[in-house]
C-alpha cells in the first residue's frame, strides 16, 4: 500500500527499468549541418537579447540625465546598439533563409520547400519554486521530490535539442502531456511559482518571458509544428511514398499552428499571433498542394490528353494557394516580419506554377491533337473546361486554332518563368539556393524549346490571347489535429497523491489522530478509492470520538501511505485495529473545512489543526498579478476517483 520514489522513476522509465526512452534530444556536441545552423541560432538570440538590454539601459539614461555631455556619450552609443542589432538581426534572417540544409539528400531535383526553425529557449532551474511549494501547499518533505525535479528538468533539457526524426516529435508531446500534470499540480491563479520560461521568436530572435506555463506549452506545441515542417521538407519527394510522407508532415504542421491559433490567446510573441499562425497555416497547406501537383506530374503519362489537362488545373491550383499565402505575409503586422527570401520564396513558386499551368496546356492543345479528332465532343468539352472563359475569335473544334492557342499558351508560360527567374535573382538569399535555381532554368529551357519547334516563320495569322487555366485538385488539403494522445505519459509527480484532490486548485486541512476500534466496531462508511472517502461517521461511534467527519479523506494508516490504494486495501487495514488502535492521516478539503467553523472541534482534532498551522501547513495563499497569457481551452479533465463502488460500513 505504501509507494517510494524509485518505484515511481521505473514506472516512468519502463518495465525494464531502462534509462533508454524519447526523453532524450540530440547530442549538442554532433556537429551535423542542421545542427550548427540550429546552435548558431541560439547564439544570435543570446546576442540579440544582450544588445535589447544594453538598448533599454541606455535608452532610460538617456531620458533621466540632465546632463548634455552625458546624453551626448548616451547618444552615440544608442547608435553602436542600434547598428550591432541591425547586423544581428540580419544574420538571423539569413539563417531562417537557409532552406537548403533542411532539404532532401537525392539526387533528383525537386522545388525546395519552406521550412521553421525551432523557437529557442533558456535552461531554466525549477527545484527550488517546486521544493517550496511542495512544502508549503502539499505539507510534504520536498527532499523526498528531488527525483521527480530532477527527472522534469531532464525532459524540458532533452526537448531544446529534438531529433529530427518521429522520436524528437514524440520527444516533445511527451513534455507537452506532462506539463498538464504540472499544472496541475503547482499552477493556479492566485500565486504564481516564480519561475519565469524565456522563449525567443523563431524568425526575429526576440525574447519574450512570462510566468504563465500557458506560454511554455504553446511554445512547445509550436515546436512540434516547426518540426514537422523540417520533415516533410526533407523527404524525397522523387517517389510516391516519399510524397506521401511528405504530405502527411505539412498537413500535421498546419494542424498543429491551426490548434495553437485556436486555443491559446494573447501571444507575446509575434511569431505566435493570430496573423503569423494563419500565414503558416496556408503555407503548409499550400506546400501539401504543391506535394499533390508533384505526385500527379510524377504518375502522369506524357502523351494523354486527360493526364496532361489534370496537370494543368493542379498547378493551377498551386499557383493560386501561393497566390492566397502572398497575400496572408502581406498584411500590415507582418510585412517587415516575414523574411524577405520567404516572401521570395512565395512569389517565385507563383509565377513558376502558374507558367507550369500554360505549358501543359500548350501540350494538351499541341500534342494531342490526334486523340482530341478521335473523340471530338469528349475532348473540346475537357477543353473548355480547363479554361477560366472560352478563348477569343478561337474554335477548339478547328486543328489550326487549337495550335494558335497551344502557342499562346506556351507565350504566357516564357513570360511566367522569365518573371520567376527575375525574382529569384533579386533575392540574395535565393541567388545561392542552387535547387530552385537549376529548377527554373530547367523549366523555363523547356517551354522555348517547345515553341520554337512549334513556331512557323510564315505564320503570319494573328496573334492569340490565351485565358488563364481554371484550376482544380483531385485532392484537398487536409489540416490533421495534433492527437496528444498518441504519447501517453505517466505523472512524474504521481507519489502527491490523485488530482482530484491532491492538486494546485484545490485547498485542504491535514490531520493525525488515533482510531481505536469499540465493541460496535469503528462506527464510520467508507466509500470509493484512491483516495478513499468517509461517506459517513455513526455519531457518537469511535470514529466520531476520533475526530473524524463525513467528507474526510484517509491518505496514511500506521504511516503507510495510502492516497493511491484501493477501497479493500484500506479495508484490510482498518481491520487489523488493534487494541492500541490506529493512526489515521485524514486530509479535509477546504470547503468541508469551511463548513464546520461553527462547529467545536474534538479535543485531539483541535490540538492536531493548532500544530499543523504553527507548521505553516494551512493559510490563505497571497494574490498575484494576471498571467498576461492564456489556454482557452482549459487544463481538461483531472483525475477523479472511484465513487461507484458500495458503500461499507464499518
Known amino acids: 500500500m505504501s509507494y517510494t520514489a524509485s518505484e515511481d522513476v521505473t514506472a516512468l522509465r519502463g518495465e525494464g527499468g531502462s534509462d533508454e526512452s524519447v526523453r532524450k534530444g540530440c547530442d549538442p556536441l554532433v556537429s551535423t549541418q542542421r545542427s550548427r545552423v540550429q546552435q548558431r541560432r541560439a547564439q544570435l538570440n543570446q546576442q540579440i537579447n544582450r544588445e535589447l538590454s544594453l538598448r533599454t539601459g541606455a535608452e532610460n539614461l538617456y531620458r533621466a540625465t540632465t546632463n548634455q555631455r552625458v546624453k551626448e556619450t548616451v547618444s552615440l552609443e544608442l547608435s553602436f546598439v542600434n547598428s550591432n542589432l541591425q547586423l544581428l538581426r540580419e544574420e538571423l534572417e539569413e539563417l531562417d533563409s537557409n532552406m537548403e540544409v533542411y532539404q532532401t539528400d537525392s539526387e533528383k531535383v525537386n522545388v525546395p520547400m519552406i521550412p521553421l526553425g525551432l523557437k529557442e529557449t533558456k535552461e531554466i532551474d525549477m527545484s527550488v519554486s517546486l521544493q517550496e511549494f511542495i512544502s508549503e501547499h502539499y505539507g510534504e518533505d520536498a527532499s523526498l521530490y528531488l527525483t521527480e525535479i530532477k527527472m522534469l528538468m531532464e525532459l524540458r533539457q532533452a526537448i531544446r535539442t529534438p531529433s529530427r526524426s518521429d522520436a524528437g516529435i514524440r520527444l516533445l508531446l511527451e513534455y507537452y502531456n506532462q506539463l498538464h500534470f504540472v499544472d496541475q499540480r503547482f499552477f493556479n491563479l492566485h500565486r504564481t511559482l516564480g519561475i519565469h520560461f524565456q522563449w525567443y521568436d523563431s524568425l526575429t530572435g526576440v525574447p519574450s518571458c512570462q510566468r504563465a506555463l500557458a506560454f511554455e506549452k504553446g511554445s512547445v506545441l509550436f515546436n512540434i509544428g516547426a518540426l514537422y515542417t523540417q520533415l516533410g521538407a526533407r523527404q524525397d519527394r522523387s517517389t510516391v511514398p516519399g510524397i506521401h510522407d511528405a504530405i502527411d508532415a505539412f498537413q500535421r504542421a498546419a494542424g498543429a499552428f491551426l490548434y495553437l491559433k485556436e486555443n491559446f490567446s494573447h501571444a507575446p510573441s509575434l511569431d505566435m499571433s493570430g496573423p503569423a499562425l494563419s ?372
Open 279 to 650: 500565414m503558416l497555416v496556408r503555407l503548409m497547406v499550400a506546400q501539401v498542394q504543391e506535394c499533390v501537383c508533384e505526385k500527379v506530374t510524377l504518375t502522369m503519362k506524357e502523351d494523354d490528353l486527360m493526364s496532361n489537362l489534370q496537370a494543368a488545373q493542379e498547378v493551377a491550383r498551386v499557383s493560386d494557394v501561393y497566390s492566397l499565402v502572398m497575400q496572408a505575409m502581406s498584411v500590415p503586422l507582418l510585412k517587415d516580419y516575414v523574411p524577405f527570401s520567404w516572401l521570395s520564396v512565395v512569389q517565385v513558386k507563383t509565377q513558376h506554377f502558374r507558367a507550369l499551368a500554360h505549358y501543359y496546356a500548350a501540350v494538351t492543345l499541341c500534342d494531342c491533337s490526334d486523340m482530341i479528332s478521335k473523340d471530338e465532343n469528349a475532348g473540346v468539352r475537357a477543353l473548355t473546361q480547363i479554361h477560366a472563359r472560352p478563348p477569343d475569335r478561337l474554335s477548339l473544334q478547328r486543328p489550326e486554332d487549337r495550335l494558335r492557342l497551344g502557342k499562346a499558351h506556351l507565350r504566357n508560360a516564357i513570360i511566367c518563368h522569365e518573371e520567376a527567374l527575375r525574382l529569384h535573382g533579386v533575392c540574395k538569399a535565393l541567388r545561392k539556393l542552387d535547387i530552385l535555381q537549376e529548377v527554373l532554368a530547367h523549366a523555363h529551357a523547356r517551354s522555348l524549346e517547345k515553341y520554337s519547334y512549334i513556331d512557323q516563320e510564315d505564320d503570319f495569322s494573328e496573334t492569340a490571347e490565351a485565358p488563364d487555366i481554371q484550376p482544380h485538385t483531385h485532392q484537398k488539403p487536409d489540416v490533421i489535429t495534433p492527437d496528444l494522445s498518441t504519447v501517453r505519459v505517466m505523472d512524474i509527480f504521481h507519489r502527491l497523491g490523485p488530482p482530484s484532490v491532491f492538486s494546485a486548485r484545490n485547498r485542504w486541512v491535514r490531520h493525525r489522530l488515533c482510531l481505536v476500534r469499540g465493541e460496535a466496531g469503528l462506527g464510520l462508511t467508507l466509500r470509493g478509492d484512491s483516495p478513499v472517502l468517509v461517506a459517513s461517521v455513526l455519531p457518537g461511534g469511535c470514529a466520531a470520538m476520533a475526530g473524524l467527519h463525513e467528507g474526510d479523506y484517509i491518505v496514511a494508516v500506521n504511516g503507510s501511505d495510502c492516497k493511491w490504494a484501493k477501497h479493500a486495501e484500506v479495508v484490510h487495514a482498518l481491520k487489523s485495529c488493534s487494541e492500541r488502535g490506529l493512526e489515521l492521516d485524514v486530509v479535509t478539503p477546504h470547503t468541508h473545512e469551511v463548513e464546520r467553523r461553527a462547529a467545536p472541534l474534538s479535543p485531539s482534532r483541535e490540538r492536531n489543526t493548532a500544530s499543523r498551522m504553527k507548521q505553516g501547513g494551512v493559510g490563505v495563499r497571497g494574490s498575484s498579478s494576471l498571467l498576461n497569457w492564456t489556454w482557452r481551452s482549459g487544463a481538461g479533465a483531472g483525475h477523479s476517483g472511484n465513487f461507484h463502488e458500495s458503500e461499507s460500513m464499518y
